[in-house]
């Protein structure tokens, strides 16, 4: 199982972007996914999530401005990005928790995307 993660880049403050996470290879189910973000000199936090039972959660900094959703039928996750600040500026990974067809559950990590964003 792959994840491959884009939309990342250069945006103003007040900004939209899309990010997309496209999962890849024989996966048989897929349980819960996520959209982390890594400042830099920071540890990776929770930006978002979606539960197995279609439940989001989102950190409080994004509340109101990210919307996390996705597709399991086309292994796709999504983060809408609005009215983004100074302190977006991170690279974001995508998270998915995955039943492959052959193994255990686990989760899978993307490569990161980075969204910088500019006064």
């Known amino acids: 199982v792959q994840l491959q993660a884009s939309g990342g880049g250069l945006v103003q403050a007040g900004g939209s972007l899309r990010l997309t996470c496209a999962a890849s290879?024989?996966?048989?189910?897929?349980?819960?996914m996520a959209w982390y973000s890594q400042a830099p000199g920071k540890q990776r936090e929770l930006v978002a999530k979606?539960?197995?039972?279609?439940?989001?959660t989102y950190a409080d900094s994004v509340q109101g401005r990210f919307t996390i959703s996705g597709d399991t039928a086309k292994n796709m996750v999504y983060l809408q990005m609005n009215n983004l600040k100074l302190e977006d500026t991170a690279v974001y990974y995508c998270?998915?928790?995955?039943?492959?067809?052959?193994?255990?559950?686990?989760?899978?990590w993307g490569k990161g995307t980075l969204v910088t964003v500019s006064s």
């Open positions: 998270n998915l928790n995955v039943r492959p067809v052959v193994g255990s559950r686990k989760d899978y």
């Open positions: 290879g024989n996966i048989l189910g897929i349980y819960g």
């Open positions: 979606i539960g197995s039972g279609g439940r989001t």
